[in-house]
């Protein structure tokens, strides 16, 4: 009786690296059918679309774009700071926001010349796309409409929406990408780790309201907090919100 026993297990036991190796086999023809789908699907283009495709991956395309997105940033960050102070934007620096605007038009317009259907397979292309859309409406209706409320938003909006396309460096620079990675699966410790924050500073802040609060209006009586010309110490504790706001703002 123990010898089949055995003879079954050492079956199994050789059939699982088997399997394994044909698991592996399998996904290799998978992948090797789909490239030379792709070779296939690729031979049948223009030769101006295979140019456009070699041209948007390129390593040197995607460095010229990073370079145009921190320049962008740049622009921003200046025009910014002159509509805070009240000055108006120069208009050199409209003309260069427009000529950024037109090669973020130029950049999205390969692409989908280039992947046509399999543009829209990508999120990172959609949000590009979206972006330049939303700019350029933007930038159309400053232009026709007269200079109210409505259009100063609108273009506040479109300012931060080119912002957004600064995480499309993180698919460019590695490390860059292994620290967002890092940061996206740190996010729920980091979740759980402000709960129970949370939950320590409420349970604290209840024990400061229960006991702190009265002694706290004692000193209040005697004139305590008059002589020190503190105008929040005698509420500092006065309610659980007060509380956690207090040791928020002495602690946290």
């Known amino acids: 009786m123990l010898a089949p026993t055995g003879s079954l297990a050492a079956g199994s036991a050789s059939s699982m690296p088997a399997a394994q190796h044909m698991s592996a086999q399998q996904q290799f023809e998978s992948i090797r059918a789909d490239v030379e789908a792709e070779k296939a699907e690729r031979a049948a283009w223009s030769r101006a679309r295979v140019a456009a495709w070699f041209c ?4 040197a395309f995607s460095i010229s774009m990073s370079v145009l997105i921190v320049v962008n940033m740049a622009f921003v960050i200046m025009e910014v700071n002159w509509n805070a102070s009240g000055f108006e934007t120069p208009l050199w620096v409209t003309c260069i926001n427009f000529g950024i605007l037109f090669m973020y038009f130029c950049e999205v317009s ?10 829209c397979h990508d999120i990172l292309r959609m949000i590009d796309l979206f972006v330049v859309s939303v700019d350029i409406i933007v930038t159309l209706i400053i232009l026709v409409m007269p200079v109210t409320l409505l259009p100063l938003v ?7 929406l080119k912002v957004t396309r600064a995480l499309r ?3 460019i620079f590695p490390e860059l990408s292994v620290l967002m990675k ?5 996010l729920k410790t ?10 320590l500073l409420c349970f604290w802040s209840i024990f400061a309201t229960l006991f702190v609060h009265p002694i706290v209006q004692d000193l209040e009586r005697q004139g305590f907090w008059e002589s020190l010309d503190c105008e929040r110490c005698p509420r500092a504790f006065s309610s659980v919100e007060m ?5 928020c703002q002495q602690l946290v």
């Open 169 to 171: 460096m993180m698919s």
């Open 110 to 119: 390969l692409k989908v010349f280039a992947y046509r259907r399999k543009f």
């Open 56 to 59: 948007v991956n390129s390593s």
């Open 190 to 199: 980091i979740f759980w780790g402000v709960l129970l924050l949370a939950v």
């Open 243 to 247: 509380s956690m706001l207090t040791f």
């Open 182 to 186: 890092g940061m996206f699966l740190a």
């Open 154 to 160: 609108l273009a506040r909006i479109a300012r931060m």
